[in-house]
């Protein structure tokens, strides 16, 4: 099974081991600070460490010209993050840290990415998806990160003893180990349950339903023998993936999707249930990446 935990090597001490990382984009946007309050207590459930990341870009002028703007830009970013990071609630054990680069989020963050367990951003603005070719940045970042990203919808708070599910959609053709692990993860450290959902269209669900239950059924059995305590739901849609997938979102507590394997197509992305997901979405979404080419989840 996939574990997104990593443990020490045996034999040797936690000491030895770099301290295990969430990373959150941050901007002056609502969407960025729901995400870095929703980072933090995602770090404090994982016994990670925060760390806030900040890129912004500086207009082509001489050498002077740019020094001075790279310096005030700085500052005030710099202001930015203390600002965020005032609004958070840290445990005492947690490092939370700060990072400003001169760069673009959308090629510091999946580099950043590499490093770290997660990476956490504000959900893409609904007025403004759609109109870039390769979307906004929580979209263009999950689509080339190697590691989990999780996107957080603007004033997203969690009720304090959510027992809402953890909800991952599946295909039902592969194994999706990538996307179940990341799920049951979650669900271990909430103590909350998980939602199996699998969507097709209505004429593939009149025709075989019983075959796609057998499948779905066949690819849990050994998820739930592994977490004997966590209950586990399925629930079939009747649709086009794309369309039905973040309507599950109303009442789960994070809606865990896979990402299409890092190919040479970007197309794949485009046209992915993840994208349309983290455009639709009420609730947090984390993007899983599939390991191997035939390995995860739906795309």
Known sequence: MTTFRPAAEPGGSAEQSPPRLIIVGVDDSAEAEAAAKWAVQEADLRKDDVLLVHAYEVPLLPSSGRVAAIAQGRQERQALLDRVASTLAVPPRMHLDRRIEVDSAESLL???????????????????????????????????????????????????????????????LHSSSSTLGFAFTEASFRHAPVLVVHSAPLSELTVGEQ???????????????????????????????????????????????????????????????????????????AVVPQQHPRSATAD
């Open 211 to 285: 075959g796609t239950r057998l499948n779905l059924a066949e690819i849990m059995a050994g998820w739930k023998a592994d977490y004997p305590d966590i209950d586990v739901e399925t629930f079939l849609l009747a649709g086009p993936p794309r369309d039905t997938v973040a309507s599950v979102s109303a009442d789960a507590q994070l809606l865990v999707v896979g990402v299409p394997y890092r190919g040479r197509e970007f197309t794949r992305w485009i046209r992915s249930v993840a994208r349309a997901v983290l455009e639709r979405a009420t609730c947090p979404v």
């Open 110 to 172: 999946p580099r950043l990415s590499e490093k770290a367990e997660l990476t956490v951003l504000g959900q893409d603005h609904r007025a403004l998806s759609g109109h870039m070719p390769l979307g906004h940045t929580a979209s263009t970042v999950a689509s080339m990160s190697r590691h989990p990203v999780v996107a957080v919808p603007r004033g997203w708070t969690a009720p304090a003893g959510d027992r809402r599910p953890i909800a991952v959609a599946i295909d039902g």
